[in-house]
C-alpha cells in the first residue's frame, strides 16, 4: 500500500460552520395559506428600490388605520399579500415601540409576514414554455443567483465606461433565476456567522431565556427596534467586509475583461482568453468562476491564496508542454462546465459545496499531465503506474498532486472549510476525477441509462456532476469548428506521437 499525501484538513477549523437555525414551520393559519403545494406562484413587483419604498411606506394616517386581525388576509403569493404584510410590519414596530402590543398578535402576524417573504421569489428570465407547462409538472428547486463579475468590481475599466451596467447588461442572459429583491441589496446573501460575535452574543443574550432571566430585569423587555439595530450593524459589517475583499479580488488585465464577457456563452473563445491572459487562462477564468459562484465569500478562501492556487495549477498544467491537456484545456472544460451549471438549472440543484468541488474538479482535473495515455504509463512501468497501480493512473496523479499542492498553506483555498465540508468536499473531487478516464465512458452512460429509464428515477449527485465533468472533458468536437491547426490538431499530436519524446522524463519524475 502506498502511502500518498493529501491535503489537510484544515487546522483549528474542526468545528463545523454554525448553520442558520432553521425556524420551525408554523402552525397551518386559517387563512392566508399558500393555496397550492409544489407551485410557485411568481409576485413581480418594481425592480426600482425608490419607486418601490415610496409606493410602500405607509403614512401615520394608514397606520392609524390598520386591523391588526390575522382572520381575513390575502393569500401569501399574491401581491396584495406584499403589501399588506409591510404596512403590518411597519405597524408592528410603532406599536412595539410604544409597548402596545400583544404577544398573540405579534406572533400571528409575524408568522404571516414571513410566509408572504418565503413566497416572493421571482424567476426573472422565465422561459414561456415553462409557463405553459402544467403546475404539477413544475419543481420548486432554491433559487441560486450568480455574483456580479469581479471584473466589473474592480477598477479595471476606464471611468467613462458604465461598468455595472456593462456588467449587468452582458451577465443579464444567464441569471436564470433572480431573486425579487434589488439587485444591491445583498441581504439575502448575509451569512449567519457574518455577524459580529458582540452582536451575536447580544441577540442570544436577549433571546435566550436562560440567559435573559439571569442577566436581564423584569422592567428591561427587549424592543423590537434594537434588535433590528443589531441585525442591521452586522449586515453592514458583513457589507465593509465584502468591500475590502472587493478591493482586495485579483485586477483583471483590460483584455482579459473583454474575453469574459462572453463567460457564459457557449461559443466562449478560449484561445483568445488564453491570449489575452499571456498564457494563464486558469488564474482569470477559475478566479472568475469561483468568484461568481459566491465561492469565495462562502468558503471565505482569502484572495491572495486563490490567485496563488490557480498560478501554482497552472504552472503544473505547462510543466510537460502538453499540447492539449494543458492549461488551455483545463479552462475550456471549467468554462464548459459553467455554462452546464447554468445554462440547465443544474446550479439550483447543487449545494453551494457541491459547486465548489465541481468547479475545482473541472479546473485541476487534468493537472500535470504528461501527455501520454493511461496504456502508455502501464506498458512502459513508469513510477506514476507503478504508484497507483495501473488503475486510472493519470487521474489518481491529477487529484492527488493537486490535494498535495493544497497542503502547502499559501495555496490551502480550503483552509476555511470545516472538517466535514472538508470530507465531503474531497469526496466529490476524486469520485469526479476519477470518472474522466475515458475507460469508463460506456460503464458511465450505461449506468445514467438504465438509472434514466426507471418510473422514478432517483440520481445521485455524486454521479450526475461526475458525468456533467466528463462530458465536458469530451466536448471540444461540439465546440470548435475542425479546421487544421485547432483543436483537433492538439489531440492527434498528444497521445499518439508525444509518448516516445517524453519517456525519459517521465521515469525521471
Ligand atoms: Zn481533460
Not at 453592514?236 to 456563452?265: C, G, H, N, W
Not at 440520481?459 to 465533468?469: E, H, N
Request: hydrophobic share 35%.
Amino acid at each position: 500500500m502506498v502511502g500518498v499525501p493529501v491535503a489537510s484538513p484544515p487546522g483549528g477549523a474542526g468545528a463545523p460552520r454554525e448553520e442558520a437555525p432553521r425556524p420551525p414551520p408554523p402552525p397551518a393559519p386559517r387563512n392566508g395559506t399558500s393555496p397550492k403545494q409544489g407551485a410557485l406562484t411568481i409576485v413581480r413587483r418594481s425592480s426600482s428600490r425608490n419607486k418601490t419604498e415610496s409606493c410602500s411606506t405607509p403614512t401615520d394616517e394608514q397606520l392609524d388605520q390598520l386591523d391588526l386581525d390575522t382572520e381575513h388576509l390575502p393569500a401569501v403569493d399574491t401581491p396584495d399579500a406584499c403589501d399588506k404584510a409591510a404596512l403590518r410590519l411597519r405597524y408592528l414596530l410603532r406599536q412595539l415601540n410604544r409597548g402596545e402590543i400583544s404577544a398573540e398578535t405579534l406572533q400571528k402576524n409575524l408568522q404571516y409576514a414571513a410566509k408572504v417573504l418565503e413566497a416572493v421569489y421571482i424567476d426573472e428570465t422565465k422561459d414561456r414554455r415553462d409557463a405553459e407547462q402544467p403546475r404539477a409538472q413544475q419543481t420548486t428547486l432554491p433559487m441560486r443567483r450568480l455574483r456580479t463579475p469581479c471584473w466589473a468590481r474592480c477598477s479595471v475599466e476606464k471611468p467613462n465606461e458604465a461598468k455595472p451596467a456593462v456588467a449587468r447588461q452582458q451577465s443579464a442572459p444567464t441569471l436564470v433565476f433572480r431573486r425579487l429583491a434589488d439587485e444591491d441589496d445583498e441581504l439575502s446573501e448575509v451569512q449567519p456567522d457574518a455577524v459580529p460575535p458582540e452582536v451575536r452574543e447580544w441577540l442570544a443574550s436577549t433571546f435566550t431565556r436562560q440567559l435573559a432571566t439571569s442577566k436581564r430585569k423584569s422592567d428591561e423587555k427587549p424592543k423590537f427596534r434594537s434588535v433590528a439595530h443589531a441585525i442591521r450593524a452586522g449586515i453592514f459589517v458583513d457589507r465593509i467586509y465584502r468591500r475590502v475583499t472587493s478591493t482586495a479580488l485579483m485586477q483583471f488585465p483590460q483584455d482579459v475583461v473583454r474575453v469574459l464577457k462572453t463567460l457564459d456563452e457557449w461559443s466562449f473563445d478560449v484561445f483568445a482568453l488564453h491570449d489575452a491572459a499571456s498564457g494563464a487562462p486558469v488564474k482569470y477564468l477559475g478566479y472568475e468562476l469561483l468568484n461568481r459562484y459566491g465561492m469565495i465569500h462562502k468558503f471565505k478562501v482569502p484572495p491572495t491564496i486563490l490567485e496563488n492556487f490557480l498560478s501554482r495549477i497552472e504552472e503544473g498544467y505547462c510543466k510537460f508542454h502538453n499540447p492539449y491537456h494543458n492549461n488551455l484545456h483545463a479552462a475550456d472544460v471549467a468554462q464548459t462546465v459553467h455554462y452546464m451549471l447554468c445554462q440547465t438549472g443544474l446550479m439550483n440543484w447543487l449545494s453551494d459545496l457541491e459547486i465548489f468541488a465541481t468547479l475545482v474538479a473541472a479546473i485541476v482535473h487534468d493537472f500535470e499531465h504528461t501527455g501520454t495515455t493511461n496504456n502508455f504509463h502501464v506498458m512502459s512501468g513508469s513510477d506514476t503506474a507503478l504508484l497507483y497501480n495501473d488503475r486510472a493512473v493519470l487521474e489518481n496523479h491529477h487529484i492527488s498532486a493537486a490535494f498535495r499542492l493544497m497542503r502547502d498553506e499559501e495555496c490551502n483555498i480550503l483552509q476555511n472549510l470545516s472538517r466535514d465540508e472538508f470530507r465531503e468536499f474531497r469526496t466529490l473531487v476524486i469520485d469526479m476525477v476519477l470518472a474522466t478516464d475515458m475507460s469508463f465512458h460506456f460503464q458511465q452512460l450505461k449506468n445514467m441509462r438504465s438509472l434514466l429509464s426507471l418510473a422514478e428515477p432517483t440520481v445521485d449527485k455524486s454521479k450526475a456532476v461526475s458525468l456533467v465533468l466528463h462530458c465536458c472533458d469530451i466536448s471540444h468536437p461540439a465546440k470548435y469548428e475542425l479546421t487544421p491547426g485547432t483543436v483537433p490538431g492538439y489531440l492527434f499530436e498528444i497521445s499518439y506521437f508525444k509518448p516516445k519524446c517524453n519517456l525519459r522524463r517521465l521515469h525521471s519524475g
